[in-house]
């Protein structure tokens, strides 16, 4: 079911289509082009393209990976030698034209949201839908739809929407707090003069030490950021010539690269100073997805007392005046910003139905997703972008092309058992590499993981033009134009 508002610029798509995407960030598009052949109807809750890339970034917010690491196999960026961090709204204007480059635009239903979806065993006919059956459908909200589908491709994405806001013992929530709290999300709606209003002349506090908490801290520049939980943190020149290295973690010799990295990390950012050292290794931080890059001057903005920090050692709450933690120590604020996350699961449940719900998310906090993709026990429907890697963009048009190939049945997927056995042992690597696995990265076996995917789909999973590229040059999207 979906809640449809025309878009202004875009003329609806054709209902009655096979396939539906749900969702035109990254992923949905990548699933569009794939699947462009279908004619697919993509519903997007807001009214542009990009996903993340609108909802949840700051006037400051960059790409933390230079143009070519996030870069679709066949469309490169314009200027993708330049080896600067894209602004977001690079990143938006280059997700649009290839929206428009492969001409998948036209299939997007902008403003629309689906709030619901029902499995239908037999085909549907037309008293299925338009409320001639409506004991069984439940009554229509005004605007509200029912569209039928073969095949539904989830790319609601895994941040965005809904935040994750802590919860408070009673009496100390925000509601004590007589300054103003907001989370990321509310502040990346504010357009720049409210964003100034909101924060001039007050003390900020920001909770969160991930990257949407640094780029606010430098955006506000008088700050304290109180460290709920904290990850590592590269600068920009440390990180491009690291690359090698983090293919090297992968290697046996992992535990000692990671302690080399950290001790490099230690002697080029003053985090010793800050207490910034994260108590768990770098290697960690690597297997969730949780590095972040720290914008130029971020530490000269602390040097010179802007940016003040506390670390987590105890629990916290409201007081009226501001935080209050456990050992009965407060910070005084005006304003304060949860950049707490995001909760992609809950998402995902709010629309997908009984049995499946359930079906989707195991006791420990994982989705079983064969190949990132497939739920074994969910018929007809595919999910993109809810288990990262450190190059997501690649990771969401790769599985893309092995959906469309699924869909177009030139290959089969093995039993729902070895779907199973697969899934469980990736989610066991995950498990064994971090403490965070809950947050679901493949980065310690993307490789792997690509090569399976490759093979499935009767690529070579050997795709550089020889031996000597393939052992010392790292692997990028170039590597999987299709046919190759
Ligand atoms: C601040 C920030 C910075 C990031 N930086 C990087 C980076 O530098 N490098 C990197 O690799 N990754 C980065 N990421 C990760 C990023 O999430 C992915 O790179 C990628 O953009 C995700 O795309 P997606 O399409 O899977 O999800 P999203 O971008 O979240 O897109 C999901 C889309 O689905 C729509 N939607 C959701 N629910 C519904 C519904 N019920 N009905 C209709 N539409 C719906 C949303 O409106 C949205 O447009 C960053 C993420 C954030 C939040």
């Not at 993340?52 to 917010?61: A, G, L, N, Q, R």
């Not at 304003?335 to 719900?357: N, S």
């Not at 070895?418 to 042992?425: D, P």
């Not at 499935?456 to 050997?462: L, T, V």
């Amino acid at each position: 079911m979906a809640n449809n508002q025309q878009h202004q610029n875009h003329p609806p798509p054709p209902l009655g289509s096979r396939i539906a995407i749900i969702g035109a960030g990254v992923s949905g598009l990548a699933a569009a082009k794939q699947l462009r052949h279908y004619e697919p109807v993509v519903f997007e809750a807001s009214d542009c393209v990009g996903g993340v890339w609108k909802s949840c970034s700051y006037e400051s917010t960059k790409l933390q990976s230079s143009r070519v690491d996030y870069e679709f196999a066949d469309f490169p960026w314009p200027n993708r030698d330049d080896q600067s961090f894209p602004s977001y709204v690079e990143v938006l204007e280059y997700l649009e034209s290839y929206g428009k480059h492969f001409d998948v635009l036209k299939f997007v239903k902008f403003n629309s949201k689906v709030v619901d979806l029902r499995f239908i065993g037999e085909p549907p006919t037309a008293a299925d839908f338009g409320g001639e059956r409506p004991g069984e459908y439940g009554s229509l909200l005004p605007g509200q739809q029912w569209h039928s589908f073969e095949f539904v491709v989830v790319c609601s994405g895994k941040y965005g929407d809904i935040p994750k806001i802590p919860v408070f013992p009673n009496h100390k929530g925000p509601e004590t707090f007589k300054g103003q709290v907001l989370h990321s999300i509310d502040y990346c709606k504010l357009d720049k003069e409210a964003a100034s209003q909101l924060l001039k002349g007050k003390k900020v506090a920001i909770v969160g030490f991930k990257k949407s908490a640094i780029d606010l801290a430098l955006e506000t520049r008088r700050a304290t950021m109180y460290d709920a939980c904290k990850d590592t943190t590269l600068d920009c020149s440390s990180l491009l010539g690291m690359g090698t290295l983090l293919c090297l973690l992968l290697s046996p010799m992992r535990r000692g690269i990671s302690k080399f990295i950290e001790s490099y990390l230690l002697w080029k950012l003053p985090l010793l100073k800050y207490g910034l050292k994260p108590d768990h290794p770098f290697e960690e931080d690597y297997a969730s997805c949780q590095m972040a890059i720290i914008p130029e001057n971020f530490f000269a903005e602390a040097d010179k007392g802007k940016i003040v920090f506390k670390r987590a050692l105890s629990k916290w709450w409201f007081y009226e005046g501001g935080i209050e933690f456990e050992d009965s120590t407060r910070l005084e604020a005006d304003v304060v910003v949860l950049t707490t996350g995001y909760d992609g699961k809950k998402k995902l449940k709010a629309i997908l139905p009984e049995p499946f719900r359930s079906l989707l998310e195991l006791p420990s906090g994982l989705l079983p997703l064969y190949r990132g993709t497939i739920h074994p026990l969910i018929p007809n429907m595919a999910f993109l972008g809810h288990i990262e890697s450190v190059a997501n963009l690649h990771t969401s048009e790769l599985r893309s092309i092995w959906l469309g190939r699924l869909v177009d049945n030139k290959f089969k997927l093995p039993s729902v058992e070895e779907m199973i056995e697969q899934t469980s042992k990736e989610m066991e690597i995950m498990r064994q590499s971090t403490r965070f696995f809950k947050r679901h990265c493949i980065s310690t076996f993307s490789i792997n993981h690509s090569d399976e995917i490759c093979e499935e789909m009767g690529w070579n999973a050997w795709r550089k033009k020889n031996w000597l590229l393939e052992a010392f040059s790292p692997y990028s999207s170039q590597d999987y134009v299709e046919n190759k």
